[in-house]
Structure formats: C-alpha cells, structure tokens
C-alpha cells in the first residue's frame, strides 16, 4: 500500500468501469492503489467535500494567506462584537422589564447554536465552503439588524434564531476550513487562531459597551455589526470564488450534485443529504424540553400550566424518536450522528467531556455572574465586564500554550486531563470565594483558573475527535462535538434560569423589610434597579436583603456547576493516546504542516506541503 493510499490524486489512473459520475472527470478518479474501504468512502464523500479537495489542490500560498487573514479579520470583529453585545443584553432586556430572562435569551442562542451546526456542516458538504460561508453572513446580519430593532423581549428573543444561525455557523465552517488546509500537527495552533482577538477584545469590549450605553444607546450597540461584518467578509469570498474558478481551469472542478435532476429529485436528495427531519428532530426536542425550565416559574400556574406540560411531552417524545431515526439507513441514509462514529470511544468521551464543560460553564460564569458582581459586589460595569472576561483571556492563552505543546509533542492525551482537573479546582474555588466581601483579585484568581482549565481542555479534544474521523466524517465528527457543546450550554443556561427565577423572587420577598416587599418585582425584572446602590444604599436593610437573596442563589448555581465539571476528569481517561505525527493527516491538496511523517523525518520540518 503506498504512503498517500486513500488520496484524491492529480494524475489520469485510468478508468476501472464503475459508474460513478465523477469518472467524467479523470483528474478525480479513485486512485488504484486504494484499499476496497478508502475506495468505498471515496464514493461516499459528498460533493462539498469533493469539492473542497479539488479547490485544495488549486490554492497558491498567497490566496490560502489571504483566507487565513481574512478568517482572522472577521474573528477580530465577532470577538469584539460578543464582548460588546454581552455587557448589553442584561440592558436590552431591562429596557422591556425582563432582565430574569437572559437565562432564555441565552436558551435559545443555545438551543440554535446546536441544531445550526449540523446544517451548517451538511451544507458545506453537500454544496460548498463558498456557499456556506455566504449563508452565515446572510444569518448574522439579519440577527443584528433585528435586535437592533426589536421593542419587546419576545422579537428580542426571536432574533437570537438567527444571530446564533450565523454566529454558530461562521464557527463551525471556520473549524472546517482548518480541517480542510493543515495537518493533524498544526491544526490545533491554526484552529486557536481564531481565539486569539480575544486578547485584547476582553479589554476593549467593556470599554466599547460602557461607551456606547453611555454615549447612544444599546441599540447602535448591535446595529453597527450589520454593516462591519459583511464589508470584512469580501476578501475571503473572492478568495474562495477564485479558486473554484482555478480548480475549475485546472480541470478539478466537481459538477453538481443536482445536475440534470428534477425539482423533486432535488428536494428528496436534500432531504436525505441533510438530514432535514433528524435536524427538526433534535431541533423540536432540545427546544421544547428546555425553554419550560426558564418559563413556568413565570408562567401563570407555574408547573401545572397545560403549555408547560405539552411541551415536556412533546420534547421527551422526539428525543426518544431521534436515536431511532439516525439509526435507520432507510430513514436517515445520510445521518448526521453517523452510528459508527459513536462506536469509537474517543468520539464518545469527546462529546460527554464537551457537554460537562458548557453546561458547568453556563451555570457559573454565565448567563449571571456578571449581574451578580454589579448587583452583590457592587462593581461597575467596566469592572464587572472585566471580571467576567477574564475567562475568557485566561483561556485564549492557555490554549495557545497547549496547542504550540501538542505541535512539538504530537500528544494530546495529557493535557486534556490536566485541564479537566485545573477547571474542577477552578469552579471550587468559585464557590468558596462567593461571599459578599470576596476581594476583586480573588474573584480574578477564580476567573483565571477556570480560563486555564478551560483552554486546556477545549482545543486538545476537539483535535481528538477530528483524529478520530475521516475526511467524509470530518465535518460530522466537528459538528456533533461542538453540538453537544452548545446543547451543554442550553442545558445550563436553562437550569440557571430555572434556579435564578425560582429563588430569587423569593428570597426578596422573605428578607426584604416590609415596607419595601411590594417592591420585589421592579428590583427582579430590572438590573438597573438592583444594582442601584443610590437607591439601595450599602448597609440599608434594602441592600442587604438584596444582596443576600442574590448571594445565596449564586451558590445554588456554583454548586450544580461543581457537580457538572466533576464527570469531565474520568471521562479524559476514556480518550485513546493518539500519536498526531504517526496518523493518516486525512486532508488533500495543499495544506499547512508535513504531508508524510516519514519524509518530514529525512527532510526536516516543511510549512507548505501537497497531499
């Protein structure tokens, strides 16, 4: 077997009479050499894929330079734009007397970040990069413009659908680009890549939001990424419109996959392509289970409201539905949880250790902490902001450490448990540490654990699990774990608002002094009335029944969050001990890093290499 078997080759091999309408053109011809497995999945690979390997074999130094640069432009802008727009939200839903719903403006940015990601991925298979990439720029602005506009909560909210579609699907299809152009060695570096804007973007965001609050309103806030975004977004379109066109020239160019199909032909080949009733599915599930659990404290009957109930039934019926649907080759030929994927332990482990980490995540530092610093500690704003972000910085860095250590060690294993232990330590000293007369380096210390923990354990098992996949399944592998990553976050953004919504009316009611109980209501719907320490003055019975009522739901938070994180250690042994270096780099045409091991170690280390 030769040391490339399994690639798409340039050269004519000859034809060997299947019928596969890709033989029209010789240049993509399976290669003789392949086993009858790698053969098989050559015939499997969906165009996008086909694709996307022909234009890897059409790009120059200069254009993929191009694409990363611009790919680092447009992170700079959604980096700076999360930083922005996170300090906003508990404003925007303030201006509608709703601020006990982040929790469900969160819910549904988690519940879309979920089920957008697999689409997303099965578009860039079945159509293209290009077209993929046009259609999440499309999403994002809309998102923006509608929050922008929005006056009520619940427009508010709906917008989110299509924020989080293109937020969602601008990272997954950066993460298949990387995919696509490096190797196994050097994807972990260039995938971080994409995080490192967050090192200064944690400090310039606060500055930006408290500006504009101060300076227009929330509104402009969201309304100037409509026309930021889609402006950076120009170079890496032509880019990769070039090089189709190149590819194309070159002979490589992968015909349609509807050519010469009717409407109907087309509508039943997306339909089992993209898994369109799997998706709806997992969708309708996640949805309907999730949203009651920040709803019916609110809701009129609580619990015992028909709405509430109806939606658990309905959402417990599908996700019971949705494994069987997947698993059917007749139903779901083209599924999106591939069944052979979850056959591999590494798959397996990756994704339970992706669920733990958000929803611990989201159940410390988000969706509240950063009220609970304004409203408890007292802290601006800009402090608050700061505080929160810290996380976020800590993270950035440890997971460039870790990704510059796993290009020069070829493991990952290691790290992965190290992080898994550094990030439980993290949200224990969180709990410890939330007393109302917690020092602002302590909160940071705790900030600062959990950020390194955190990029300790991100990039290393996602690399893992792409490992763990072949090219065809790259895509999919990708998909599912950052899937249950972001069903992790809804799952925690939903038991937060639960617990928030739940015991925090209370608790004003039951400390608050009785001339001021009729006041609990406008102090729980609005940070800009909690927080206000000119109302509540420090050591007034006012502020202390506040701050306590807030301080101790806190601690009901961190303590699901400290169970949350307590899986993730075990599950870091479940991961295999890939050797990076020694595997199948599963990618084609011109990538970053070395192409053969085997040669790398007679010729030294080469940057640019051909598959």
Same mark, same amino acid.
């Given at each position: 077997?030769?040391?490339?078997?399994?690639?798409?080759?340039? +050269?004519?091999?000859?034809?060997?009479? &299947? &019928?596969?309408?890709?033989?029209?053109?010789?240049?993509?011809?399976?290669?003789?050499?392949?086993?009858?497995? $790698?053969?098989?999945?050559?015939?499997?690979?969906?165009?996008?894929?086909?694709?996307?390997?022909?234009?890897?074999?059409? %790009?120059?130094?200069?254009?993929?330079?191009?694409?990363?640069?611009?790919? /680092?432009?447009?992170?700079?802008?959604?980096?700076?734009?999360?930083?922005?727009?996170?300090?906003?939200?508990?404003?925007?839903?303030?201006?509608?007397?709703?601020?006990?719903?982040?929790?469900?403006?969160?819910?549904?940015?988690?519940?879309?970040?979920?089920?957008?990601?697999?689409?997303?991925?099965?578009?860039?298979?079945?159509?293209?990069?290009?077209?993929?990439?046009?259609?999440?720029?499309?999403?994002?602005?809309?998102?923006?413009?509608?929050?922008?506009?929005?006056?009520?909560?619940?427009?508010?909210?709906?917008?989110?659908?299509?924020?989080?579609?293109?937020?969602?699907?601008?990272?997954?299809?950066?993460?298949?680009?990387?995919?696509? &152009?490096?190797?196994?060695?050097?994807?972990?570096?260039?995938?971080?890549?994409?995080?490192?804007?967050?090192?200064?973007?944690?400090?310039?965001?606060?500055?930006?939001?408290?500006?504009?609050?101060?300076?227009?309103?929330?509104?402009?806030?969201?309304?100037?990424?409509?026309?930021?975004?889609?402006?950076?977004?120009?170079?890496?379109?032509?880019?990769?419109?070039?090089?189709?066109?190149?590819?194309?020239?070159?002979?490589?160019?992968?015909?349609?996959?509807?050519?010469?199909?009717?409407?109907?032909?087309?509508?039943?080949?997306?339909?089992?392509?993209?898994?369109?009733?799997?998706?709806?599915?997992?969708?309708?599930?996640?949805?309907?289970?999730?949203?009651?659990?920040?709803?019916?404290? +609110?809701?009129?009957? +609580?619990?015992?409201?028909?709405?509430?109930?109806?939606?658990?039934?309905?959402?417990?019926?599908?996700?019971?539905?949705?494994?069987?649907?997947?698993?059917?080759?007749?139903?779901?030929?083209?599924?999106?949880?591939?069944?052979?994927?979850?056959?591999?332990?590494?798959?397996?482990?990756?994704?339970?250790?992706?669920?733990?980490?958000?929803?611990?995540?989201?159940?410390?530092?988000?969706?509240?902490?950063?009220?609970?610093?304004?409203?408890?500690?007292?802290?601006?704003?800009?402090?608050?902001?700061?505080?929160?972000?810290?996380?976020?910085?800590?993270?950035?860095?440890?997971?460039?450490?870790?990704?510059?250590?796993?290009?020069?060690?070829?493991?990952?294993?290691?790290?992965?448990?190290? +992080?898994?232990?550094?990030?439980?330590?993290?949200?224990?000293?969180?709990?410890?540490?939330?007393?109302?007369?917690?020092?602002?380096?302590?909160?940071?210390? $705790?900030?600062?654990?959990?950020?390194?923990?955190?990029?300790?354990?991100?990039?290393?098992?996602?690399?893992?699990?792409?490992?763990?996949?072949?090219?065809?399944?790259?895509?999919?592998?990708?998909?599912?774990?950052?899937?249950?990553?972001?069903?992790?976050?809804?799952?925690?953004?939903?038991?937060?608002?639960?617990?928030?919504?739940?015991?925090?009316?209370?608790?004003?009611?039951?400390? /608050?002094?009785?001339?001021?109980?009729?006041?609990?209501?406008?102090?729980?719907?609005?940070?800009?009335?909690?927080?206000?320490?000119?109302?509540?003055?420090?050591?007034?019975?006012?502020?202390?029944?506040?701050?306590?009522?807030?301080?101790?739901?806190?601690?009901?938070?961190?303590?699901?969050?400290?169970?949350?994180?307590?899986?993730?250690?075990?599950?870091?042994?479940?991961?295999?001990?890939?050797?990076?270096?020694?595997?199948?780099?599963?990618?084609?045409?011109?990538?970053?890093?070395?192409?053969?091991?085997?040669?790398?170690?007679?010729?030294?280390?080469?940057? %640019?290499?051909?598959?």
């Amino acid at each position: 077997m030769r040391p490339d078997d399994g690639v798409v080759h340039d +050269g004519r091999n000859g034809h060997n009479g &299947t &019928t596969d309408p890709y033989h029209k053109n010789p240049t993509l011809e399976r290669d003789p050499y392949m086993s009858e497995d $790698t053969a098989s999945e050559f015939s499997e690979k969906q165009a996008g894929v086909k694709r996307i390997e022909a234009v890897s074999k059409a %790009w120059t130094k200069t254009s993929l330079i191009i694409a990363y640069v611009t790919l /680092l432009l447009i992170a700079n802008v959604t980096s700076l734009e999360i930083q922005v727009t996170g300090l906003l939200t508990p404003y925007a839903t303030s201006a509608f007397q709703t601020h006990s719903l982040i929790s469900t403006i969160y819910v549904v940015q988690g519940v879309v970040s979920a089920v957008i990601k697999p689409p997303m991925g099965k578009i860039a298979d079945v159509f293209g990069r290009l077209e993929s990439f046009c259609i999440t720029i499309f999403f994002y602005t809309i998102g923006y413009i509608q929050q922008a506009a929005s006056h009520n909560v619940q427009t508010f909210a709906s917008a989110q659908i299509f924020w989080a579609a293109g937020f969602n699907g601008l990272q997954i299809l950066q993460q298949i680009f990387v995919a696509d &152009t490096t190797d196994l060695l050097n994807r972990a570096l260039f995938s971080t890549l994409f995080d490192v804007p967050f090192l200064w973007t944690t400090w310039a965001g606060p500055e930006v939001g408290s500006a504009i609050l101060s300076g227009t309103s929330w509104r402009w806030g969201y309304a100037i990424w409509a026309i930021i975004l889609p402006v950076c977004f120009i170079p890496l379109a032509v880019s990769l419109y070039m090089n189709q066109r190149r590819a194309k020239k070159m002979g490589l160019d992968v015909p349609s996959p509807f050519r010469g199909h009717t409407a109907v032909q087309v509508v039943k080949n997306l339909w089992f392509d993209m898994d369109v009733f799997g998706l709806l599915l997992l969708a309708t599930a996640i949805s309907l289970i999730l949203l009651p659990l920040t709803l019916a404290p +609110g809701a009129s009957g +609580g619990w015992k409201n028909p709405s509430m109930i109806a939606m658990l039934v309905i959402g417990a019926v599908c996700l019971l539905v949705f494994p069987g649907w997947e698993m059917s080759k007749k139903l779901a030929p083209k599924a999106f949880f591939p069944p052979n994927l979850f056959k591999n332990r590494t798959v397996v482990a990756g994704t339970l250790i992706a669920f733990f980490y958000f929803m611990a995540f989201y159940m410390s530092v988000f969706p509240y902490f950063f009220s609970y610093l304004q409203i408890v500690q007292g802290q601006s704003v800009v402090t608050a902001g700061y505080i929160t972000r810290v996380f976020t910085f800590s993270s950035t860095v440890a997971s460039i450490v870790v990704s510059l250590i796993i290009k020069y060690t070829a493991h990952y294993k290691y790290y992965v448990t190290f +992080g898994a232990v550094i990030y439980l330590t993290g949200m224990g000293l969180m709990l410890a540490y939330r007393t109302e007369n917690a020092s602002t380096g302590t909160l940071v210390g $705790t900030q600062i654990a959990i950020g390194i923990g955190g990029g300790f354990l991100n990039v290393p098992v996602q690399l893992g699990v792409q490992a763990s996949a072949s090219h065809q399944q790259v895509a999919a592998a990708t998909t599912v774990w950052l899937t249950l990553l972001e069903v992790g976050g809804a799952v925690g953004s939903a038991i937060s608002g639960a617990i928030w919504s739940t015991y925090i009316p209370s608790k004003l009611q039951q400390y /608050l002094p009785p001339d001021q109980v009729a006041d609990y209501a406008s102090i729980y719907g609005s940070i800009l009335v909690s927080a206000d320490y000119t109302l509540y003055p420090p050591g007034s019975p006012g502020r202390s029944a506040i701050n306590r009522a807030y301080q101790e739901t806190m601690r009901y938070l961190l303590i699901g969050a400290l169970c949350c994180a307590t899986p993730i250690v075990p599950l870091t042994f479940c991961l295999k001990n890939y050797k990076l270096d020694e595997m199948d780099q599963k990618v084609t045409g011109r990538v970053i890093g070395n192409a053969d091991n085997r040669e790398t170690k007679k010729r030294g280390w080469r940057f %640019w290499s051909r598959r």
